[in-house]
């Protein structure tokens, strides 16, 4: 996209989710849809890093992992430690890195369907390391989290306390699509430096890339411990709105979600997990008045549109763009 | 001429089969050397070996007198030693200038972080990298299919590519995968002049192959693999009248080794 035609897009895009959908929410009367957007954008977020897991050639099925821990990081130094949940936001994010690093040395050796399992056998790890830790409180979680206080910076408040705001709700919004917008900010420049092509290099021949010099383990762990971050910090801000964290709050269930976000968005697309998202959550809950046979009609909508659109539904309005095609990341 | 590259006592085993048993040899600066050797002479594993795409047994290869047996490949291809791949394998879904812009990874001085940013270094190198993949494809003739999808490319035009990806990255000496395989006598040819162009550009190569006449032609020396253990090694002409190297490809065509 020419320079002038990206800002215009990026301008448009802020004005809807800032000021559009606020308005239309107030308009239509119905204030849970705050929540259902506030969690389109925070999922989006963690579907965002596994985005960037699939861009370096790793299908990655453990984001749910890195959710729940992030999570948990904020609960305890809010509660254990009195933290202040603004803190807490970069922390669980870092935390998460940091643990991804560890995690991401050994098992990003392995490719395709090993990666695979591994992640997500990970997601499982990271519940049954909740319920057992004497820190995380097992299975009655943690609940009774306060609301995020104040934030200020040299005397000026920035972010009043949420206790005190009249529609706290517009105020989770605002924050989780402020974040969003940082996320895939961060992605798209990545992407659209030399970085992206250097994923992409890995992404399409590991031996190659080693052979120019790149180093592809260090690459490796770099993109996973982004991806991680991401997660933890959307975790983090989950908590802050349920005000409550339990080992079931990120199951196998939500790490497949944020790949299958990621596949029918576009894989090709940085923008792709973020439309996926939306896409997904708003078929399931509309779908909801089917009754039983919800599953089995978003099941079989998710596999046509696999079939028709193997490249996502972005790939519906543009050309290729960031030169990953499916099945080439094994 | 002094030595840049020492092969010595270099041993591989997999399991119980030695599939290089302690060879030995040096690479001259600018000279071609050709690894020949029957099917199943371990001359892949040696040239893996080489460029740090193995590990050794035993033995070790020293490049400019400093070990690079057990460095990562990404660091042996740092310090000038930089292999390249049959025409598979390419970097299939970018531009082929995207391809040997990519490949400029190690010439560049700005880090990562400098990258995401935008730094006036990362912009300079950006510059840089792509007017050199330009004089690069014009030395190997694909500036007219610079902006194709590198996976629609033909054998021919792959296996440039493969060598202009090797050279985006300055190595000092660079060890060619069967350059020669699959190719027809005018590509051979055309193959042939662009080997010696490079060498006379002051690089070193390396190449293994199984093309005889393309060998006999082209190469300062030889070295002949069978069974894992170098039999001999010396000029084309030595070579061509070796004992040793006419009983192992006995049962071969007499052609095959260029008689």
Known sequence: MRKPARLLWTALFLVAVFILVPLLIMASGRADLYYTFTSVALLSIASAGVWLTFYIGRINIGQGAFALMGGYVSAILVVTYGWSFWATIPAAGLFCAAASVLIGLPILRLRGVYFAMVTLVLTEVARLLALALPITNGAKGMVSIPSPGSLSLFGFTIIPDFATLKNPRLAFYLLAVTLMVLCFGIIYRLVHSRIGKLCQSLQQSEELASSIGVNIAYLRVVAYAVSSFFGGVAGAIFVAISQSIYPSSFTVTDSINFMLNCFLGGLGYVFGPMLGTLVLYFGWDLLFETGKFQLLIYSTAMIVLMLVLPNGLLSLGMGPKEGLKRGRTA | ?259
């Open chain 2, 1 to 259: 001429m002094a030595a840049l590259l020492d092969v010595s006592s270099l041993t591989k085993r997999f399991g119980g089969l030695v599939a290089v048993n302690d060879v030995s040899f040096s690479v001259r600066e600018r000279e071609i050397l050709s690894i020949i050797g029957p099917n199943g002479a371990g001359k892949s594993t040696l040239f893996k070996l080489i460029s740090s795409f193995l590990r050794p047994t035993s033995g070790e290869v020293r490049f400019k007198g400093e070990s690079i047996s057990n460095l990562a490949p990404h660091i042996a291809a740092r310090k000038g030693v930089v292999r390249t791949f049959q025409e598979t394998t390419i970097f299939k879904s970018m531009t082929v200038r995207d391809n040997v812009i990519i490949a400029h990874h190690l010439r560049s001085k700005a880090s990562l972080l400098g990258f995401f940013v935008g730094t006036a270094t990362a912009r300079d190198d950006e510059a840089g990298f792509a007017a050199s993949a330009d004089d690069i494809l014009d030395l190997v003739g694909l500036s007219p299919v610079a902006g194709e999808i590198a996976q629609n490319l033909p054998h021919g035009h792959l296996r440039a590519l493969g060598i202009a990806i090797g050279l985006a990255t300055n190595p000092s000496i660079l060890l060619l995968d069967e350059p020669f395989a699959g190719m027809n006598h005018d590509e051979t040819n055309r193959m042939i002049a662009m080997v010696r162009r490079l060498r006379d550009l002051g690089l070193t190569i390396l190449l293994v192959e199984h093309d005889m006449p393309a060998v006999m032609k082209i190469s300062d020396r030889i070295v002949v693999l069978n069974f894992g253990t170098k039999i001999a090694e010396g000029t084309p002409s030595e070579i061509q009248e070796n004992e040793k190297v006419i009983e192992a490809y006995l049962g071969s065509e007499d052609e095959a080794i260029g008689l």
